[in-house]
């Protein structure tokens, strides 16, 4: 089937050849107080399916991120009037006796202590996130602190579901086998809430890098295997669009990954023993910023500064030189895997169905495949040893020291 996205107020259509349909709501929640957006997430899918049964072959679920809440449904694609009525239930208002309300406020701390108690990688992610981006709503725990979550109020959950669960500020994506016509009659048969803008403003937050500055996180351990997380933001001299700039963030992770000249496994791994292993990260977190994440466990007695250090050093001298020639283009030429073969349509009506969910989960407008497909061919190297430059400069680094505490140092 056609794999073209279609976009129409806010209505995002997407065919593959998969037999079940799945249909999501995106609304973005504005970034309340710390983990509010994540309870009103709990209330309001309570409130749509709560007490309702569904049958054993249908799946449902909501999440919050740092910029939107998402539910979703999915069945046969003869369901998909049922999978719109219910979802058309997340623009009511929040109904749910309060004592409900209390007990799901209990479950998200529950949830706050699986994901966070004990587990040191994460308590470190977090508090990496609260320095690296200082000043910006996603700094914030989605989820909150176990004081967030003890004070969150019923009258405001409700207050925030009133301003933002509504039509004009929600997405909608519709995944698999169905057509644009099938979704508009199932929305008509319905009875979906109108649009009383067409084209809502709805895009993620702007983000404003704070001062470069370092801090130095530890997390001392007896029982943990030693290992280092290091992670940096920077701004960009010029903005570049979003999924572009994700193409070269990934072909730059890539190379950085190799033991090719102008990759760090001959430095930190095969020329010295000083990484047992690692893993390199880099990625937009706008036009303007891009991250870098290099998490590693050292080899032998080498300690976790002495492991940053070489790192650093590494990532230096790699940029000073540049990224030869011969290896951008070696490593230039694995990265098909990153794009889906667009001669299959079947393959790329899933890769883009997958695309679609995720910019859109991100509050991002997502391209046409015509544009997708062009992607490739406004890559270059003088752009990846440009950003090569910038993460090894000056930013704003976090770097989290987690086991024994004998070989931070």
């Keep these: ?111 706050f202590e699986s994901q966070t108690v004990n587990k040191l990688d994460a308590q470190a992610a977090e508090a990496m996130n609260a320095f690296l981006y200082a000043d910006n709503s996603i700094a914030s725990l989605v989820i909150g602190t176990p004081d967030d ?73 007896a029982s943990a295997s030693p290992r280092l997380t290091l992670r940096r933001v920077v701004a960009l001299p010029e903005p570049v669009q979003f999924d572009l700039l994700e193409a070269h963030t990934t072909l730059l992770r890539d190379i950085l990954d190799t033991n090719l000249p102008g990759g760090l496994a001959g430095p930190l791994r095969f020329d010295a023993a000083i ?14 910023h891009i991250e870098l994440s290099f998490t590693a466990a050292p080899d032998r007695e080498v300690s976790l500064i002495d492991m940053g250090t070489e790192f650093e050093e590494a990532l230096a001298e790699i940029a000073a030189i540049g990224i030869p020639e011969e290896t951008y283009n070696r490593v230039f030429s694995r990265l098909e895997h990153f794009w889906p073969d667009w001669d299959d349509s079947d393959e790329s009506a899933r890769w883009m169905a997958d695309y679609v969910l995720d910019r859109v989960s991100a509050l991002r407008e997502p391209l046409q495949s015509s544009d997708v497909k062009r992607l490739k061919h406004n890559l270059s190297h003088q752009t990846i040893n440009a950003l090569l430059n910038e993460i090894a400069g000056e930013g704003r680094t976090a770097v989290a020291f987690i086991g024994p505490e004998e070989r931070f140092e």
């Design 149 to 221: 979550i003890s004070t969150l109020g019923y009258d405001e959950a409700r207050a925030l579901h009133e301003a933002t669960h509504q039509p004009d500020n929600a997405i909608l994506v519709v995944t698999g086998d169905v057509s644009e016509r099938q979704v508009s009659r199932a929305l008509q048969g319905v009875g979906w809430p109108e649009w009383e803008k067409e084209n809502a403003d709805i895009a993620p937050p702007i983000f404003e890098l704070a001062s470069p500055a370092k801090t130095m996180l530890r997390y001392p351990q």
């Design 275 to 288: 990484a047992r292993r690692f893993d390199v990260q880099v990625w937009p977190i706008d036009e303007r």
């Design 1 to 111: 089937m056609d794999s073209s996205s279609i976009q129409e107020h806010e209505v995002y259509v997407q065919s593959t050849d998969e037999r079940e349909i799945q249909a999501h709501v995106i609304i973005g929640h504005g970034h309340p107080a710390s983990g509010l957006a994540h309870y009103v997430e709990h209330l309001a899918w309570l409130n749509t399916v709560g007490a309702k049964q569904r049958s054993a072959d249908r799946h449902s679920n909501a999440w919050t991120n740092r910029y939107a809440a998402g539910y979703w449904l999915s069945g046969k694609p003869d369901e998909l009037e049922d999978i719109m009525q219910t979802l058309s239930g997340l623009f009511h208002p929040l109904d749910i006796p309060s004592e409900f309300a209390e007990e799901e406020r209990d479950i998200i701390l529950r949830e």
